[in-house]
């Protein structure tokens, strides 16, 4: 069974320019979670959806930060215009509800501000 | 609010030697707990996780953990280490009403010595 999978793994903007993430889930998981990394800490929560509904974005910096999940399986996490503080990892995971606990993540998409 | 708090932020052990990780969380009610590894440039992975009843939980890679609810603690261990267990690992602390939100600490990097 495949995982979660993200793409790009890596990626260098110069502020300012856009920026987007896309993520996969696993097959048969309703729930899909971004989470950012910054270095040194643990995940923090973006955004969270149940299917294609966002039921928890309290964290997601709306003025710049969007997300969609157009039909309940992979999702895209837009930055549009880059800070340099937007240095991170964004971590995406998947799980089948949430109340099942187990968060299942991809392996980030590392992202460089110049 | 839920929190984690990791006090070590770096712990060196030599391989075969025992482990033991701290996480201390703050909750109003009984939470979900969970650890989780994450080696370099990978996704987190969950090593076990403490819903309801025995207070011992096993994990995968031989870790377990216990959960001590006058303490608030959650301490992740493992009798003897190997040089693969060189990781980063976090604690996590999730509501009863929504497990998928999960709150991290920020990590304990794991150094194992030959």
């Known amino acids: 069974e495949a995982g979660v999978v993200q793409s790009p793994r890596y990626k260098i903007i110069e502020k300012k320019q856009p920026v987007a993430f896309w993520c996969n889930p696993i097959?048969?998981?309703?729930?899909l979670y971004w989470y950012l990394q910054n270095l040194g800490q643990g995940p923090e929560l973006l955004i969270r959806?149940?299917?294609?509904?966002?039921?928890?974005d309290s964290q997601l910096p709306k003025d710049r930060f969007s997300a969609e999940r157009l039909k309940g399986v992979d999702s895209t996490l837009k930055i549009q215009p880059a800070e340099l503080g937007d240095s991170a990892v964004y971590l995406c995971?998947?799980?089948?509800?949430?109340?099942?606990?187990?968060?299942?993540f991809g392996e980030g998409s590392r992202l460089t501000v110049l | 609010a839920q929190s984690v708090t990791q006090p070590d932020i770096h712990i060196t052990v030599s391989e075969g030697a025992s482990l033991e990780l701290r996480c201390n969380y703050s909750?109003?009610?009984?939470?979900?707990l969970f650890w989780y590894v994450q080696s370099p440039g990978q996704g987190l992975q969950l090593l076990l996780k403490?819903?309801?009843?025995?207070?011992l939980v096993q994990g995968i890679k031989g870790f377990e953990a216990e959960f001590k609810r006058s303490q608030s603690s959650f301490n992740l261990r493992k009798p003897s280490v190997h040089w693969s267990d060189a990781a980063e690992y976090f604690c996590?602390?999730?509501?009863?009403?929504?497990?998928?939100?999960?709150?991290f600490g920020d990590g304990t990097t794991l150094t194992v010595k030959p």
């Open positions: 097959s048969g998981h309703n729930t």
């Open positions: 959806y149940e299917n294609e509904e966002a039921v928890d």
């Open positions: 996590a602390v999730g509501a009863r009403t929504n497990a998928g939100k999960s709150t």
């Open positions: 909750y109003g009610a009984t939470p979900y």
């Open positions: 995971a998947s799980s089948q509800g949430a109340f099942s606990g187990e968060l299942f």
């Open positions: 403490y819903f309801s009843g025995d207070t």
